[in-house]
C-alpha cells in the first residue's frame, strides 16, 4: 500500500476528498493559500468589493439589491451583517430546509431575520421525496446530506432568476479555505461544474434516476440547475466574500454571538460551537459516514484551520481530533426511525462504506488520544456557548419552524 504523505503543517493528507497537493516543503495547497491572509492588502480588496456591489443597489427601496443564502449556524450570520450593515446592501435572505432542524437551527434563523430586519425565503420540499432521495444516496455512494447540499445550492439561483436579482453573495469558499484549490486573487465565482463535481459528490439530481423507479421527475426536478441559457440570459452571479475579507470563522462568529443573538452551543463530535448546530445529524451520522469513507471527520477541517490561524499548535490538534473522532454518533436511531429503515440496514452501509486503508492511515496519524482538561477549556476563550449543549436537549426534530420570540 503506497504511504500517505500528511501535510507537516495541518492534519490533511492526500487523501482529502477535494484532492489537496502537497509541495517539496512537505506544505499542502491549503496551508500555502491561506498564507495569502498575512500578505493580501485587504483594504484594498474590499473597496475592490464594494465597488463592484454599488452596481447593483436599487434605487428603489421596495426591491432586492442581492440574494444571500443562509442556514441557522455557520458563517449565515456574519455572511449577512457584512451584506447589510457594512455593504449597504438590502439581501433577500434564501434558506433550503433540510428538515430535521434542531431548536437552536430554528432560533438562529428567527434572530438573523430579526436583527438584521431583512426578509427571508424558506423552502420547504415534500417530505415524502426527501425522504425518498436519502434513501436513494444512501444506498448509492453512502450520503445523507446530499440533498441539503443540492437545496442549499440551487434554491438560491433559483430564486435569483425568479426574482430577477442577478446578485449572489456567499461566504466563504470552501475550495479555497480548506485545499487551496483557487488563489483568493483568482476570484473565484459560483459556477455549475464545481458544484457538482465537489460539493455534489458528482452526482446532479437527474443522475440519480435509475430503472428501479424509486425516484421519478416529481421528486428531483426541484434540485435541477437552471440552465446556461437561463443564467447567461439573467446575469447571474455568486460571489464570495472570502475573496475580498480575510477569512476567520472563529472570530467572526464569536462576534456574531456576542452582537447579533447567534446562538452557540456545544455538539457532539467536536470543539466547534458555531457549526452544524441546526443540525440534529450532520455531526453524528454523517460525520461518520465522511470518516468511514475518506478517513478523516469535520473536527479535522477545524483543527486544520486552528492551526492556519495560529490558534492550535499540530501536536495538540492531533491529541484533540482523536478524542473527538472516537465519540460514536447520537441520533442514528432517530435518523433510522425518521427515514423509514432498520437499524441493521443502517449498520450494513456503514460497514460498506468503509475505506479501509483511509482510516488506517488516518488513525496511525491521529493515534494520541492523551488529552487533559486544560487543553480542551483553552478552546473556550474562542468558542464561547451562550446555550446548553445540543444533547440535552430533548430529541425534536423541526420540519417547519417559524422561529421563537
Excluded at 1 to 13: A, I, Q, S
Excluded at 132 to 139: C, E, L, P, R, S
Excluded at 233 to 244: E, H, M, P
Excluded at 306 to 318: F, K, N, S, V
Amino acid at each position: 500500500m503506497k504511504k500517505t504523505v500528511f501535510c507537516k503543517k495541518c492534519l490533511y493528507g492526500e487523501n482529502h476528498a477535494f484532492k489537496i497537493t502537497i509541495d517539496s516543503e512537505g506544505i499542502c495547497s491549503g496551508c500555502r493559500i491561506h498564507e495569502e491572509k498575512n500578505t493580501l492588502d485587504w483594504k484594498y480588496r474590499w473597496s475592490k468589493l464594494k465597488k463592484d456591489v454599488d452596481s447593483y443597489k436599487s434605487k428603489d427601496a421596495r426591491n432586492y439589491d442581492c440574494i444571500v443564502p443562509v442556514t441557522g449556524a455557520g458563517d449565515s450570520f456574519y455572511t449577512v451583517y457584512i451584506v447589510k450593515e457594512k455593504l449597504g446592501l438590502n439581501p433577500l435572505l434564501v434558506n433550503y430546509n433540510r428538515q430535521y432542524n434542531t431548536p437552536i437551527g430554528i432560533k438562529n434563523l428567527a434572530n438573523i431575520r430579526r436583527t438584521f430586519n431583512c426578509d427571508i425565503l424558506i423552502q420547504t420540499i415534500n417530505p415524502i421525496s426527501i425522504k425518498k432521495i436519502i434513501k436513494t444516496t444512501f444506498q448509492k455512494f453512502a450520503s445523507i446530506h446530499w440533498h441539503a447540499i443540492a437545496g442549499h445550492t440551487v434554491f438560491p439561483v433559483q430564486t435569483a432568476i425568479r426574482h430577477k436579482i442577478p446578485l449572489i453573495i456567499w461566504g466563504a469558499h470552501q475550495g479555497v479555505e480548506q485545499v487551496g484549490m483557487f488563489s483568493h486573487e483568482n476570484e473565484i465565482e459560483m459556477t455549475r461544474r464545481y458544484r457538482k463535481e465537489h460539493d455534489l459528490m458528482g452526482y446532479e439530481s437527474d443522475d440519480l434516476l435509475d430503472t428501479s423507479g424509486i425516484l421519478t421527475e416529481e421528486d428531483i426536478w426541484q434540485f435541477r440547475y437552471p440552465s446556461d441559457s437561463d443564467l447567461f440570459r439573467n446575469s447571474i452571479r455568486g460571489i464570495y466574500l472570502s475573496n475580498f475579507v480575510r477569512w476567520d470563522p472563529p472570530t467572526q462568529n464569536k462576534l456574531m454571538v456576542e452582537k447579533a443573538g447567534m446562538i452557540s452551543s456545544k455538539i457532539q463530535r467536536t470543539f466547534d460551537t458555531y457549526e452544524n448546530t441546526d443540525d440534529w445529524f450532520y455531526m453524528g451520522l454523517h460525520d461518520q459516514l465522511k470518516m468511514l469513507k475518506h478517513g478523516y471527520s469535520k473536527v479535522t477541517d477545524q483543527a486544520s484551520r486552528e492551526i492556519r490561524h495560529g490558534r492550535m499548535t499540530r501536536e495538540i490538534a492531533l491529541k484533540i481530533v482523536s478524542y473527538y473522532q472516537s465519540q460514536m454518533p447520537i441520533y442514528s436511531k432517530n435518523f433510522c426511525e425518521w427515514i423509514g429503515i432498520d437499524y441493521p440496514s443502517l449498520d450494513f452501509i456503514l460497514k460498506t462504506s468503509i475505506n479501509k486503508p483511509f482510516v488506517e492511515i488516518n488513525n496511525m496519524n491521529t493515534q494520541n488520544k492523551d488529552i487533559n482538561d486544560k487543553q480542551l477549556e483553552k478552546l473556550e476563550k474562542v468558542f464561547i456557548t451562550n446555550s446548553k449543549p445540543l444533547i440535552e436537549y430533548i430529541y425534536e426534530r423541526i420540519s417547519i419552524g417559524k422561529g421563537y420570540p
